[in-house]
């Protein structure tokens, strides 16, 4: 299954590179349009979020093996719940598949991404093994940066921002003046960077 419109763009994909069963929806949307969970003010707020917008379907789930394909995780608090609404449902197995590399850095560009502290792989050191667990899936596998700038070979790989995965900030960024940054990032917008930045992050791949 795949999880969110990322998700489920890669999800499909995968399906049809696949050998085995087709997608099919085994969580099913039970709100049309619901803001991205991950930018939610609070953890009860993005709890309560995701109980709004999936419902797991046991008839379809029970005694299943379950693949969930998220596009990324951030803080981590979505991904646990889901897995955990997931379980309840009785699958035989949970493995989680993510299209990006561990989010390992903040973003310094307008992205709503927390400090390192905040966020799920920082917090585990980027050990798979001890996210798996934190997770409770059976397996976890994220892309890695090399494949996922492969699935974007726009001007030789080059000047696309994988900050947030890499840590390597294309521009010098003071880590301690994000808020200032935010503050004044509607005045920023109207100047323009000293060249083109596309994001491989959470963003979708969005130019900015």
Not at 47 to 58: A, Q, S, Y
Not at 116 to 130: K, M, R, S, T, V
Request: charged fraction near 25%; aromatic fraction near 8%; proline fraction near 7%.
């Amino acid at each position: 299954m795949g999880y969110g419109n990322g998700g489920r763009r890669w999800c499909v994909a995968a399906s049809r590179a696949s050998t085995a069963s087709p997608m099919s929806a085994r969580v099913s949307p039970s709100v049309a349009a619901i803001l991205r969970t991950f930018i939610q003010p609070g953890q009860e707020l993005r709890k309560h979020g995701l109980r709004l917008k999936f419902t797991p379907l046991p008839d379809i789930i029970a005694g299943k093996s379950l693949v969930v394909v998220d596009d990324s995780i951030v803080r981590g608090t979505t991904s646990k719940q889901l897995v955990k609404l997931i379980r309840e449902a009785e699958p035989a197995e949970v493995h989680f598949r993510v299209s990006s590399p561990p989010i390992m850095h903040p973003c310094h560009y307008g992205m709503d991404f927390p400090s390192e502290g905040e966020l799920f792989a920082n917090q585990l050191g980027g050990d798979i093994e001890a996210m798996r667990k934190e997770l409770n899936v059976d397996s976890l596998a994220y892309l890695s940066l090399e494949k996922l700038l492969d699935s974007v070979p726009v001007d030789e790989k080059r000047n696309y921002c994988t900050a947030c995965f890499s840590g390597d900030y294309p521009t010098d960024v003071e880590l301690n003046r994000k808020e200032e940054f935010e503050e004044n990032i509607n005045e920023a917008r109207y100047y323009p960077l000293p060249f083109r930045y596309l994001c491989c992050g959470a963003a979708g791949g969005r130019e900015s």
